[in-house]
């Protein structure tokens, strides 16, 4: 299963497990109990948060797979990175490229694209959440750029 399938299945069932949720909540909260209107409350908040979290994941994945097409079309993706059979990027390949992938990536302090390969390159090698920093940056890079040039 590839990860946009991955991410559509778990959207449906939190999406079910909110509905559950809420009307488990309504129910507590309509027994007039404070002990249970306070547990209906909580039931409701808890479930926004998750809704709130997936939407923050959902705007995520489609904001780096839209620049990952970019880069694509462009020809510009990372060429010195061999794929595994799984798909992931060799580790120890990315480790190897990863002190001239950071070094670009600050010389370039406003280059979307520098950021995004080192995103790349961290999730190449295991660290996910500066892979995740890294793309975010290159999204902010990318909004801003988008911006200035009235697109």
Do not use: C
């Not at 809420?22 to 039931?43: D, N, S």
């Amino acid at each position: 299963m590839n990860a946009r399938a991955g991410a559509i299945a778990m959207a449906v069932v939190l999406v079910l497990y909110l509905v559950l949720v809420g009307q488990r909540a309504v129910q507590f909260v309509l027994t007039g109990e404070p002990i249970a209107v306070a547990i209906g409350v909580a039931l409701i908040v808890l479930p926004l948060v998750g809704v709130w979290g997936l939407a923050k994941e959902l705007q995520f994945g489609v904001k780096s797979g839209r620049l990952a097409t970019e880069l694509d079309d462009a020809g510009e993706m990372p060429d010195d990175l061999p794929v595994l059979p799984s798909g992931r990027i060799d580790r120890a390949a990315a480790d190897a490229a990863f002190p001239a992938y950071r070094a670009r990536a600050e010389t370039e302090p406003e280059n979307w694209r520098a950021w995004f390969r080192l995103g790349l390159v961290y999730r190449g090698a295991g660290d996910s959440r500066r892979a995740r920093a890294a793309v975010r940056r290159a999204i902010r890079l990318h909004d801003a750029e988008t911006k200035r040039a009235g697109r």
